[in-house]
């Protein structure tokens, strides 16, 4: 019912930046927090990033200083900002959208990930 694309994945040198994009589509009444994980090969998928409906953000250790998490609520969107890059920010990224349908029920959606790739 509630579907979860992301874009602006791609190769960077180490140094550089790259702005992911998220949108959320479908029977969605409202949307609570969205956020960006990552997940490396033989890793854990692990928090980047959330934003509440408030605005509210939280970030990684690993990444604060560095991303900035932002949404448009108006558009159902939710952005990452990724600066300063570093070949351990390899990985492929993942958008959670968490929220509720018609009738309120709550969902739980992902997107199909995108491959974010620093080179050294």
């Known amino acids: 019912q509630v579907q979860v694309v992301e874009s602006g994945g791609g190769l960077v040198q180490a140094g550089g930046s790259l702005k992911l994009s998220c949108v959320a589509s479908?029977?969605?009444?409202?949307?609570?927090?969205m956020g960006w994980y990552r997940q490396a090969p033989g890793k854990e998928r692990d928090v980047v990033a959330d934003?509440?409906?408030?605005?509210?953000?939280n970030y990684a250790d690993s990444v604060k200083g560095r991303f900035t998490i932002s949404r448009d609520s108006a558009k159902n969107m939710v952005y990452l900002q990724m600066n300063s890059l570093k070949p351990e920010d390899t990985a492929v990224y993942y958008c959670?959208?968490?929220?509720?349908?018609?009738?309120?029920?709550?969902?739980?959606?992902w997107g199909q990930g995108t491959q974010v790739t620093v080179s050294t």
């Open positions: 479908g029977s969605i009444f409202s949307i609570n927090s």
């Open positions: 934003i509440s409906s408030d605005g509210a953000a």
């Open positions: 959670n959208v968490r929220g509720s349908v018609a009738w309120r029920r709550p969902f739980n959606s």
